[in-house]
């Protein structure tokens, strides 16, 4: 090893550059003792050495294996290739300290060796200023891990399923500081963990946009299935994405945005257009975050815990003397155990605004309630926080919004002296009281009917519907 090292610095000191190399998984199993092999039909196996005691290093010092990781050590990359076969063994892991292409047009797998499902790892970033580009490829049990600073990761119609956190609490983590992430198009199912964590004090750019996330969190731990760090000056937009909960009593959360190190923040984390559902809650926000949450569709997300907490359509959480600022516009709220809770501080809370509308806070509201509660109990929105919250310009889940029927779905300082008001009159302007319903000509686009999806309605009953770009409620 010594003669090696002596052999590359004296080449360094005489010019010659030593050039970087591009391993593809065949390559790597071109050398003996690195755990890796391929056999007859082209598949490899990544086997980790169990009672190995000293690390080994091949192709020049390129290639180190211990027990735990095969690394392609730093500057060199890694290529998979159109139907690469990937299975990871006991403990299986292969770092990356360089840049991973993947960007397939058929697709490769990645999986595990029957037995060690629970006990793989797959990829990892590691190093400095590297590059992940990833298209087509599906991970089975195993992971992508990013502990590489400085990094990029762009991953598009890639699966993700039966994630087993071994390696971490996402199928995709970042540790690192990041920027310019996109995830798109991909699909997370069946994960024991969350699907996209970044860790609380790793603040970076990232777009997740048009995601499937379907019953991932199967663990009793109180993750989301998204898990955002706010801080930084960078663009984070998460939009699009359907989050469908285990819908079981587990803590499982849909989208959380934090900022519990209390980074600098210098732009809003945007949460818009996603649909969240069957969750323990939907949007999550806490701790000195900056927020807006739009047009978001948030719904049955009435999973309770054992301890009879949960079902929470947006939960507002902020322990600590840091307050979130977050702002919620437009969203439709419905089937929750409770709309919209918040927990400890309020007071940068905004939930509609509107008695100024050329203040810097105006926010139209325009979020509707519908049918939030339990065990007959209606609760559009609970500010359990010592805190004044402003929640103006909404449509709440009553008959007439009159102030005296909009205190039922609301707990506040009347119902508790030592907790906050909340400022809900007036409400949404644009709603309308319908006690009859005659449509002349349904076939008249004009007298169209629409539920609050935006899906055209026959015969409206009673509930809540668009029709003339009003909502109006029918008793």
């Not at 509707?368 to 805190?387: A, H, I, M, Q, S």
């Not at 009553?398 to 009159?425: C, R, S, W």
């Not at 949404?428 to 009859?436: A, C, K, Q, Y």
Request: hydrophobic content about 35%; aromatic content about 8%; charged content about 20%.
């Amino acid at each position: 090893m010594k003669d090696r090292c002596l052999l590359l610095l004296l080449a360094v000191a005489c010019g010659i550059a030593v050039q970087a190399k591009v391993y593809t998984i065949h390559d790597l199993a071109q050398f003996p003792g690195t755990g890796i092999t391929a056999d007859e039909n082209g598949v490899c196996t990544v086997e980790m050495e169990a009672t190995k005691k000293d690390t080994s290093y091949f192709d020049e010092g390129r290639i180190a294996v211990s027990r735990q990781q095969i690394i392609i050590r730093e500057g060199n990359s890694f290529k998979l290739e159109d139907g690469d076969l990937i299975v990871f063994n006991l403990g299986g892991r292969i770092t990356i300290e360089g840049d991973i292409d993947a960007d397939l047009a058929i697709g490769a797998r990645l999986t595990a060796a029957e037995g060690a499902e629970s006990k793989v790892a797959g990829l990892r970033m590691g190093g400095t200023g590297h590059v992940a580009n990833l298209r087509n490829v599906t991970f089975e049990y195993v992971g992508l891990d990013n502990s590489c600073e400085d990094s990029q990761v762009i991953v598009h119609n890639c699966t993700f399923k039966y994630h087993n956190r071994y390696h971490g609490l996402g199928a995709i983590r970042f540790m690192r500081h990041n920027h310019g992430n996109v995830i798109e198009d991909c699909n997370f199912i069946d994960c024991v963990g969350a699907a996209v964590n970044v860790g609380i004090n790793v603040p970076g750019g990232l777009i997740l946009r048009n995601n499937t996330i379907e019953r991932n969190v199967s663990s009793a731990d109180p993750l989301p299935s998204i898990s955002v760090a706010a801080g930084g000056d960078e663009e984070i937009i998460i939009e699009n994405n359907r989050v469908i909960g285990p819908g079981t009593s587990t803590m499982a959360g849909g989208i959380t945005v934090n900022n519990t190190f209390n980074n600098p923040i210098t732009r809003p984390v945007i949460v818009r257009n996603n649909y969240v559902e069957g969750n323990y809650y939907g949007i999550g926000t806490s701790e000195n975050s900056y927020v807006i949450v739009e047009n978001n569709t948030i719904v049955n997300n009435n999973v309770i815990d054992n301890s009879g907490k949960g079902g929470y359509g947006v939960y507002c959480y902020n322990p600590t003397p840091m307050d979130c600022n977050a702002i919620f516009t437009g969203n439709h709220i419905e089937g929750n155990a409770v709309g919209i809770y918040i927990r400890y501080r309020g007071e940068n809370l905004n939930i509609g605004k509107t008695d100024d509308p050329t203040a810097p806070d105006y926010n139209p509201g325009r979020n509707v309630f519908v049918n939030n509660g339990r065990d007959g109990e209606l609760c559009d929105l609970w500010n359990d926080t010592p805190d004044n919250v402003y929640a103006q310009g909404n449509t709440w889940n009553v008959a007439e919004q009159t102030p005296e029927l909009i205190e039922t779905v609301i707990k506040h300082k009347t119902d508790d002296n030592t907790l906050g008001e909340v400022y809900f009159m007036p409400p949404n302007p644009d709603f309308v009281n319908v006690t009859e319903v005659l449509i002349d000509n349904e076939d008249d686009a004009d007298d169209t009917y629409y539920n609050i999806l935006g899906q055209p309605v026959a015969h409206p009953s009673h509930g809540y519907f668009i029709h003339h770009s009003k909502v109006i409620y029918i008793p």
